[in-house]
T-cell receptor, first 115, second 113 residues
Framework: GAGVSQSPSNKVTEKGKDVELRCDPI?????LYWYRQSLGQGLEFLIY????????KSGLPSDRFSAERTGGSVSTLTIQRTQQEDSAVYLC?????????????FGPGTRLTVL | GDSVTQMEGPVTLSEEAFLTINCTYTATGYPSLFWYVQYPGEGLQLLLK?????DKGSNKGFEATYRKETTSFHLEKGSVQVSDSAVYFCAFHGSSNTGKLIFGQGTTLQVKP
């Protein structure tokens, strides 16, 4: 079956512009996660969705970052007024349920470059 | 707070050599532990996991044992292949019950023929 998909695969933008990154989780997965993979910082958790609500936003680095999920499916991560330090690979993962015993399935990521 | 420490890479080995990648963690309680692998040009995928102390996770010839007393989950393989060249991440579920993963920095493995 289809895995987690993300779009675009690559995004180059100018400093100060807004960007939207999209994640399509595996059908039926209620839990959705965003992570960021950057040089020197490794893989960091950003936000977690259960259905359409986000009970854990603790990893969002600033108020320029926001995310939403609609219909319990697609999620969009928005970065406003991008900065060069936002350059990273943004990964999305989904899981049938949240919690410690459920495997997370990762998408291929969106590589964001801010010039 | 929750954290994972992995041995720094890159690790370069010849084919058929023995591999160990060290991983230790700091966590509240006894979380499930994972190794994820990222092959060149591909997404992260789960390699193996262990959910309780003394459990051994295994897959594709890789093994890791959940050591509660040393808070460690070292990855081992007896004979590596060129196709094992990838980045390996140790991880566990953070102390909240959301299932968010706390990752180590990743260790790059390069296997030469």
């Amino acid at each position: 079956g289809a895995g987690v998909s993300q779009s675009p695969s690559n995004k180059v933008t100018e400093k100060g512009k807004d960007v939207e990154l999209r994640c399509d989780p595996i059908s039926g997965h209620t839990a959705l996660y965003w992570y960021r993979q950057s040089l020197g910082q490794g893989l960091e958790f950003l936000i977690y969705f259960q259905g359409n609500s986000a009970p854990d936003k603790s990893g969002l680095p600033s108020d320029r970052f926001s995310a939403e999920r609609t219909g319990g499916s697609v999620s969009t991560l928005t970065i406003q007024r991008t900065q060069q330090e936002d350059s990273a690979v943004y990964l999305c993962a989904s899981s049938p349920l949240a919690g410690s015993y459920n495997e997370q399935f990762f998408g291929p990521g969106t590589r964001l470059t801010v010039l | 707070g929750d954290s994972v420490t992995q041995m720094e890479g890159p690790v370069t080995l010849s084919e058929e050599a023995f591999l160990t990648i060290n991983c230790t963690y700091t966590a509240t309680g006894y979380p499930s532990l994972f190794w994820y692998v990222q092959y060149p040009g591909e997404g992260l995928q789960l390699l193996l996991k262990a959910t309780k102390a003394d459990d051994k996770g295994s897959n594709k010839g890789f093994e890791a044992t959940y050591r509660k007393e040393t808070t460690s989950f070292h990855l081992e393989k007896g004979s590596v292949q060129v196709s094992d060249s990838a980045v390996y991440f140790c991880a566990f579920h953070g102390s909240s019950n959301t299932g968010k993963l706390i990752f180590g920095q990743g260790t790059t493995l390069q296997v030469k023929p």
